[in-house]
């Protein structure tokens, strides 16, 4: 049944579903998106060491911001190769992940990032159409954060 439901999503066949199944097991162990980012190693890392400084014998907040540090190292990397090779396939085909594709170009983001985006963005309706059983809606697409 899962994978009728996940091949309905536009460049995920029966091979790439199966491989989901396989390798998510199920979709209620990703509470949210963001969790599955992290296992899939698309979520992105950021790290502070002195977010509170001492001045004038009071701690307070520093001012600077957090330095970004690339993706998380810890992940599943087979999933991970499977996300990025489906936003690879959408981005050059036309439909809706091909057309989100163009728009984030249009936006002025790089092809990595944007290719990025576009499989996070596929992994958030993977586990959703997985967790609700429902059908993909391209109309509901939109180009606010994966």
Known sequence: MASRWLCQIPCIG?????LLIALMQTPQRFRT???LWAYSGLAVETRDSAEYRVRDGQLERARKQ???RGL???RNPHLKQLFKSTAISASTQP?????FYGLLLKKGIK???????????IAAIVLAVWKQGGHFDATKLNTQAA
């Open 14 to 18: 029966p091979i790439r579903a199966a």
């Open 33 to 35: 998106k963001r969790q």
């Open 66 to 68: 957090l330095q970004v």
């Open 72 to 74: 998380n190292s810890n």
């Open 95 to 99: 439909g809706p992940f091909g057309e």
């Open 111 to 121: 092809a990595p990032m944007a290719r990025l985006t576009l499989a996070r963005k």
